[in-house]
């Protein structure tokens, strides 16, 4: 119970930025029921869980988290436990199955409803439990509260849901269901709202984030939105992910061209440098055609700076065909990787149909492979930059050295600056004086004007 006698409540995020947004619209629903907030086990009520099934070790972390609770729920009597995300859309009866001491599982297009079930449980009126809802057609979106928030300046905003891609590996069609843009307006709308409470860089999220279409497939294309955001007075920075290979449009890239606020990072992953791998994924191009589009977009843009995902030790995943993930990589020169061991999942076409068949240790050393050449590239690009000067924006105290700052320069680089004068959300020219693979070390030459 929180002062003042509310009910509180704790929501732990697990998975990517979309569980974040799933988390905030849900904390907003809480907040008009008259939750407050809670960050710590002991005085909590009500826990939330928003859970991710991309790959078996993040099922398992949840699944571990969810054992440990169940002296919390023990405890006192009146607690709520609820499951909502991916793994809640999945394996509901698993979860129910497995973690008895679970009060409620609401799948990805149900959870708008989760707060009122959790009134209804706390009042006695919910009948038996577990209570599992996973078959909504909600549209969650619509409700944001743009006041309930994890972050103070910086801000998610799920511009569409679903993926209509069919990678051999992965569950997100399955546990998101077919894409469903929303309108321009109503996502412009939200932006205006989130920077009238002081959000001051907002990034747009979709599974395929560059096919949305406003529901107006022909007329609507992100470049559309790009430009309509670009018109929102006190937002200084605008990204974008994750963005598809074969998913841009030619508007879309000449509107990122024009775009003065978009960021200088592009989170495209490329997943496998080996055409025979991106075949077995499906991922619907090869890696001539993702070079193509990378010079377009270099061509249009030319301090544009890409991120990766990549997948090593796919099913069939050869030496040679790993050889060829690290050539690309090093082509490429992407400024960031996120390296992935192949994780077999219940439902999808690779789990069903090919086997498993690169031996984890296999795995790992690719996977440390990819990730040493990566920092090495890191380190190459951020050394070079020493002398520049960066466009930072200020996230937050550096989590090393409370003493600094942290923030962002316009390629999404973490740089860290000792200055009293900064402030969370504020803009300044640095100069880089020091670097290492993952964070630049900056002199502030001059600050914008104080964010309000
Ligand atoms: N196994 C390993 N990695 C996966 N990813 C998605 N599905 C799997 C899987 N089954 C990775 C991809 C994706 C990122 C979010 O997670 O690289 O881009
Ligand atoms: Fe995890 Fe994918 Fe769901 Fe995000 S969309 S929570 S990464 S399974």
Wanted: charged share 30%; net charge positive; with cysteine.
């Amino acid at each position: 119970m929180a002062a003042g006698g509310a009910p509180a409540v704790l929501i732990e995020v697990f998975g990517c930025q979309m569980n974040v947004v799933d988390a905030e619209l849900v904390l907003g629903r809480f907040a008009a029921l008259g939750f407050a907030r809670s960050t710590a086990y002991d005085d909590a009520d009500v826990v939330v869980f928003t859970t991710c099934s991309v790959r078996g070790h993040a099922e398992e972390r949840v699944y571990s988290r969810l054992g440990a609770l169940r002296r919390w729920k023990a405890e006192r009597p009146g607690r709520v436990l609820a499951v909502m995300g991916c793994m809640a859309q999945r394996e509901a009866q698993r979860i129910t199955r497995r973690v008895p001491h679970v009060d409620i599982v609401c799948g990805t297009r149900d959870f708008p409803a989760l707060p009122d079930l959790v009134e209804r449980v706390r009042a006695g009126r919910a009948g038996p439990r577990p209570l599992v809802l996973v078959d909504g057609r909600e549209r969650p979106d619509a409700a944001r509260r743009p006041e309930a928030r994890l972050r103070r300046r910086q801000a998610y905003v799920a511009i569409m849901r679903g993926c209509n891609r069919a990678c051999a590996y992965c569950v997100v069609p399955g546990a998101r269901g077919r894409e469903v843009s929303r309108p321009l307006e109503e996502v412009a709308g939200e932006v205006q709202a989130l920077v009238a409470a002081g959000v001051v860089e907002v990034c747009l999220l979709g599974q395929t984030v560059n096919a949305y279409d406003g529901q107006e497939r022909g007329a609507v294309t992100l470049g559309t939105l790009l430009r309509r955001l670009e018109g929102v007075r006190g937002l200084r920075r605008l990204r974008f992910i994750t963005s598809h290979p074969a998913s841009f449009d030619a508007d879309t890239l000449a509107a990122m061209a024009e775009s003065s606020k978009l960021d200088r990072f592009l989170h495209m992953p490329l997943q496998s440098g080996s055409d025979r791998i991106l075949k077995a994924m499906r991922r619907g191009y090869t890696l001539e055609r993702f070079r193509a589009v990378a010079s377009r977009v270099r061509a249009l843009i030319p301090d544009m700076r890409f991120g990766c995902d990549w997948i090593v030790g796919f099913p069939g995943e050869s030496e040679e065909d790993h050889g060829l993930s690290l050539a690309a990589c090093e082509e490429l020169r992407f400024v960031q990787s996120f390296v992935f061991k192949y994780s077999p999942r219940p439902g999808t076409f690779a789990a069903e149909h090919l086997a498993d068949d690169v031996p984890i240790e296999v795995k790992k050393r690719r996977h440390r492979e990819l990730l040493l050449l990566q920092e090495r590239i890191s380190l190459e690009e951020n050394l070079a930059l020493r002398g520049r000067i960066a466009e930072v924006l200020v996230e937050g105290r550096s989590r090393l050295d409370p003493a600094k700052w942290s923030g962002r320069d316009a390629a999404h680089r973490i740089v860290v600056l000792d200055d009293d004068r900064l402030a969370e959300g504020a803009l300044c020219s640095a100069r880089i004086v020091d670097a290492t693979a993952l964070t630049l070390f900056g002199e502030v030459e001059s600050l914008a004007e104080a964010p309000a």
